[in-house]
């Protein structure tokens, strides 16, 4: 069976978002159409569409460390449909800390559904400080002089059909500094403190669920 | 109170870990996700602005964010699935944005959170019965790093689908008792 698409899937809600804006790069190389993820409804069109794929590339946030549970439930529903027999998969993950190890777990799922689903794993690209970027071009990032030309190489293993090894991310990104993770820590806090106040209440409130409670 | 989430799908485990945990002499609550109407979290970022601590899904998850809000320690069950948890659980995970605190802290040299309120201990029990070395591994690193993110204390475990008894009286102890 001829298999010349390739997929390129938003596991994110956000149509405009980081993850939306990375997969929008590697279709301009690519070619193809970046398919949203439908966060309620039937799985089955995009199982359908895995399925009929050459390659496949999902591209997601990072919820606590790793993708979110909708794109979990595509990939058990997946994995019980079958029907897979050696597409091309590469993943994409980016989260908001500026740490590869914070995301790459979303990695370590795509590459085991592959292995335990006849699909072949071509590796992945995390992307730490990705949620900064709020859907703005990867040249806005705050390590884009590092970012930008190896993601590009990135999309060439893709537009090749090659494996992309994991230094490829892991040297790009280099974590700040112990003086500069306390000004982060300082900055996003103030930032997020003068949002919750905007709207009129207490950073130093208890849990607004605690005092429901009360 | 010890709040356990389970994934009862493929077995009993979070049922029998909060009779085993009610045994050992401490206060438990336990949802089954699976039979819960949880909606995924779709980011809108209103838990950390507009309604601050508070999540605008409405749907079973307002029951169960009051209970992990209180709790001393978080028990997530499932079985182990792709090297993480089920959808169900995956689903509570995404959601418990609005009881974590959203500020920056810095901890061992990196930016983490935390969680609203006093600590909690955060624990994760994983279970199946053919799982590789990959697979094992990638469960306790996530356990890491969300108890990393989290800034708090826990453990993760492994268990076979079908665990003994005393397997179960076992960590239901070292929880209870922590």
């Given at each position: 069976m001829n298999k010349p698409e390739i997929m390129l899937l938003c596991?994110?809600?956000?149509?405009?978002?980081?993850?939306?804006?990375?997969?929008?790069?590697?279709?301009?190389?690519?070619?193809?159409?970046?398919?949203?993820?439908?966060?309620k409804g039937s799985l089955n069109e995009v199982i359908l569409a895995m399925q009929q794929a050459a390659a496949i590339v999902i591209s997601?946030?990072?919820?606590?460390?790793?993708?979110?549970?909708?794109?979990?439930?595509?990939?058990?529903?997946?994995?019980?449909?079958?029907?897979f027999s050696g597409q091309k998969l590469y993943g994409i993950i980016n989260g908001g800390m500026p740490y590869v190890h914070t995301h790459r777990h979303g990695l370590a799922c795509l590459r085991l559904f592959a292995e335990q689903n006849h699909l072949s794993w071509q590796g992945g690209f995390v992307l730490g400080g990705g949620a900064m970027l709020d859907g703005k071009p990867l040249e806005?990032?705050?390590?884009?002089?590092?970012?930008?030309p190896v993601?590009?190489?990135?999309?060439?293993?893709?537009?090749?059909?090659?494996?992309?090894?994991?230094?490829?991310?892991?040297?790009?990104q280099i974590p700040p500094g112990h003086i500069m993770t306390r000004v982060f820590a300082k900055l996003l806090t103030f930032m997020v403190v003068r949002r919750i106040k905007k709207h009129g209440h207490d950073p130093d409130a208890p849990n607004w669920y605690l005092r429901k409670k009360e | 109170m010890i709040v356990i989430i389970s994934d009862e799908s493929s077995?009993?485990?979070?049922?029998?870990?909060?009779?085993?945990?009610?045994?050992?002499?401490?206060?438990?609550?336990?949802?089954?996700?699976?039979?819960?109407?949880?909606?995924?979290?779709?980011?809108?970022g209103s838990?950390?602005?507009k309604t601050y601590g508070r999540c605008v899904?409405?749907?079973?998850?307002?029951?169960?964010?009051?209970?992990?809000?209180?709790?001393?320690?978080?028990?997530?069950?499932?079985?182990?699935?792709?090297?993480?948890?089920?959808?169900?659980?995956?689903?509570?995970?995404?959601?418990?944005a609005a009881v974590g605190d959203p500020r920056y802290q810095v901890s061992s040299g990196e930016l983490v959170k935390g969680m609203s309120g006093q600590g909690m201990s955060y624990y994760m029990v994983?279970?199946?019965?053919?799982?590789?070395?990959?697979?094992?591994?990638?469960?306790?690193?996530?356990?890491?790093?969300?108890?990393?993110?989290?800034?708090?204390?826990?453990?993760?475990?492994?268990?076979?689908?079908?665990?003994?008894?005393?397997?179960?009286?076992?960590?239901?102890?070292?929880?209870?008792?922590?």
């Open positions: 596991a994110s809600s956000r149509r405009k978002g980081t993850s939306a804006m990375l997969l929008e790069r590697i279709r301009l190389v690519t070619g193809g159409e970046v398919i949203f993820l439908p966060q997601g946030p990072c919820y606590i460390n790793t993708y979110p549970a909708r794109l979990i439930e595509l990939l058990e529903a997946a994995s019980l449909s079958g029907g806005k990032h705050m390590n884009r002089k590092k970012i930008v993601f590009d190489l990135f999309i060439r293993h893709i537009a090749e059909g090659s494996p992309s090894p994991d230094s490829l991310y892991e040297q790009a | 077995g009993k485990l979070g049922v029998a870990l909060k009779e085993a945990a009610g045994r050992a002499g401490a206060q438990v609550v336990h949802f089954a996700a699976n039979t819960l109407h949880i909606k995924p979290c779709a980011a809108c838990c950390s602005g899904i409405r749907d079973d998850m307002q029951q169960v964010l009051p209970k992990i809000a209180g709790c001393r320690a978080l028990v997530l069950v499932s079985a182990v699935v792709f090297g993480g948890v089920s959808h169900h659980i995956k689903k509570v995970m995404d959601r418990m994983g279970t199946g019965d053919k799982l590789g070395e990959t697979e094992r591994s990638a469960f306790l690193f996530l356990h890491e790093e969300n108890r990393n993110i989290m800034n708090t204390r826990g453990k993760a475990f492994l268990l076979h689908s079908s665990p003994d008894q005393a397997v179960i009286d076992n960590i239901a102890q070292e929880i209870a008792h922590e």
